[in-house]
């Protein structure tokens, strides 16, 4: 049996400022060997700062850090890999050309420089590794045939194959299946078992509850309390997160849906290099309901909603119909799909949503500039676009320091998101809302105000198509769900199947999953 790793990490009086804001205010954190230790907090906190700091990306201010009652100081991840320290990225940095073996040694490749390096051996340590904790992988496949969490056991291998003895991982289950999520907290238990130590950071706080061992909670860049998981709640996490008490169940009236708004006729959709990303998918969306697609990232959601908003490659092979009230969307531009009642919140809002050097009132006019009530003569009415802004502002709960035009880089993820769901919600003759990850990086009280926003939508008779890796979300908001696997709804749940799940989330949640993967 391996030797239990022992490392004992301590952070005590972090403090780490950008500017005028302090990230970090003089944090104290101690990891215990063999543990699972989740840190938890609302956007800003100072999570992702705080495991930047103990992987060497950045330096503190002030403060200290110890190994094993050893100060230690990092100038770069080198550093903090070479004494023990590992992190899995919630964005994977792994070379899809290479394979599982090759992504696993690069930048750490276990020979002198232009020495022969030994495949077999190498070969039989990942596989030995693999095996150990349960993560096992073909180390000559090429990364680009696996799946997201096969993606994922790669990076957790690659830290494991530096001998990392903590391993610090950034909303490990953001894209993953409920079974591939089992997966990983089996392989997370087996590395504690050996003595390894992992900082969990999520906003997930019913798998915090289910794996940690010890919970960390962060507000506005203090630390606010930390505890035994099992002295733990829900309630009682989300109160320190926030400081009140937050709605962790979201209100969802039964409703009578109306005309069907959005159908999806026999859509294939094929790249230019002949790849069949949708098969066949069929599905109907009512007026007065939300839809939503269950399914893991990669299975034809992200062309659907191309499709759906006319961003497309036009050179791809594209058969069956879109069409919203009867109006075919094949071949229209995203202005034109507007025009006909149509609004999309892309799961990319940095890159397809917001201009981040633009003020809110820019950002929030985006889209709606053609609306005659804010035009005066050649040029826009500043004011009414100044009463509006405030109105959406107060709407909507937008957070933000300073004057009130500031630019909407200098907002966090959740008021950001908050900003792009009031402009589409509040765009007049919406008939259609098409949602892709909605509270991705959002923070638990955004995402209880978000959820808010969508059923009172649903309850103004809007049709709603929403794609979530969330499965709680999922099954928290919609009237019905289709699970889409490889291109095709490969079952649908009825708003009777969907109601019942949601007195017993966790089994339904297993049972979307068996549809899923």
């Not at 003089?26 to 700062?49: D, F, M, Q, R, W």
């Not at 610090?168 to 238990?189: C, H, M, N, Q, Y």
């Not at 230019?272 to 009512?286: E, I, S, T």
């Not at 959002?442 to 059923?455: M, N, P, Q, S, T």
Request: hydrophobic letters at 40%; aromatic letters at 4%.
């Amino acid at each position: 049996m391996t030797e239990p790793i022992n490392m004992t990490i301590r952070l005590t009086g972090i403090t780490k400022s950008f500017g005028e804001f302090r990230a970090n205010d003089a944090v104290s954190l101690l990891v215990h060997p063999g543990t699972i230790h989740a840190l938890v907090g609302e956007n800003g906190a100072g999570k992702s700062t705080l495991s930047n700091i103990l992987y060497g990306l950045l330096q503190p201010d002030a403060g200290t850090l110890e190994i094993n009652g050893r100060p230690v100081t990092f100038d770069s991840p080198r550093q903090s890999i070479e004494a023990g320290i590992g992190m899995v990225h919630q964005h994977f940095m792994l070379i899809p050309t290479l394979t599982v073996a090759e992504n696993i040694i690069l930048g750490g490749e276990p020979a002198p420089l232009f020495a022969p390096l030994s495949r077999k051996r190498v070969h039989r340590e990942i596989l030995e590794l693999s095996r150990r904790h349960g993560m096992e992988l073909d180390p000559d496949a090429p990364v680009s045939t696996l799946s997201v969490g096969e993606q994922q056991r790669v990076e957790i291998l690659k830290v494991l194959h530096r001998n990392a003895r903590l391993l610090i991982l950034d909303e490990p289950t953001a894209v993953l299946s409920p079974p591939e999520t089992e997966r990983l907290f089996t392989a997370l238990r087996s590395l504690a078992a050996e003595g390894r130590s992992v900082l969990l950071v999520t906003h997930k706080l019913d798998e915090v509850l289910e794996v940690s061992d010890e919970v960390s909670v962060m507000r506005k860049g203090k630390l606010a309390g930390t505890m035994p998981t099992r002295e733990a709640t829900k309630g009682s996490l989300a109160r320190l997160m926030v400081g009140r008490d937050v709605l962790l169940r979201t209100d969802n009236p039964p409703q009578q849906a109306g005309k069907a708004v959005l159908s999806v006729e026999g859509l294939g959709y094929v790249t230019p290099d002949g790849r069949a990303k949708l098969n066949d998918l069929n599905l109907r969306v009512h007026a007065g309901e939300v839809y939503g697609i269950a399914g893991v990232e990669g299975n034809g959601q992200r062309e659907l909603f191309s499709l759906l908003w006319g961003t497309y490659d036009h050179s791809a092979r594209v058969s069956g119909n879109i069409s919203v009230e009867g109006v075919s969307l094949i071949g229209l531009h995203p202005a034109g799909i507007a025009d006909i009642g149509v609004s999309m919140i892309p799961e990319d809002r940095l890159g397809c949503a917001i201009v981040p050097e633009f003020g809110i009132e820019e950002n929030l006019l985006f889209g709606r500039h053609r609306e005659r009530t804010f035009h005066k003569g050649v040029g826009f009415d500043r004011e009414k676009v100044r009463r509006e802004t405030k109105r959406l502002i107060g709407a909507y709960d937008i957070r933000f320091s300073g004057k009130l035009n500031p630019p909407i880089s200098s907002l966090s993820g959740g008021n950001q998101q908050k900003l792009v769901l009031a402009r589409e919600l509040e765009r007049p003759g919406i008939r259609l809302l098409l949602l892709a990850q909605p509270t991705r990086g959002v923070d638990i009280g955004a995402i209880e105000l978000i959820h808010k926003r969508i059923i009172e939508a649903r309850g103004r008779g809007m049709a709603i198509l929403l794609v979530s890796s969330e499965l709680e979300e999922l099954i928290a908001l919609s009237t019905r769900i289709g699970c889409i696997f490889e291109g095709r709804i490969r079952h649908e749940f009825s708003e009777e199947a969907v109601r019942n799940g949601r007195d017993h989330a966790s089994g339904f949640e297993k049972e979307i999953g068996l549809h899923i993967t």
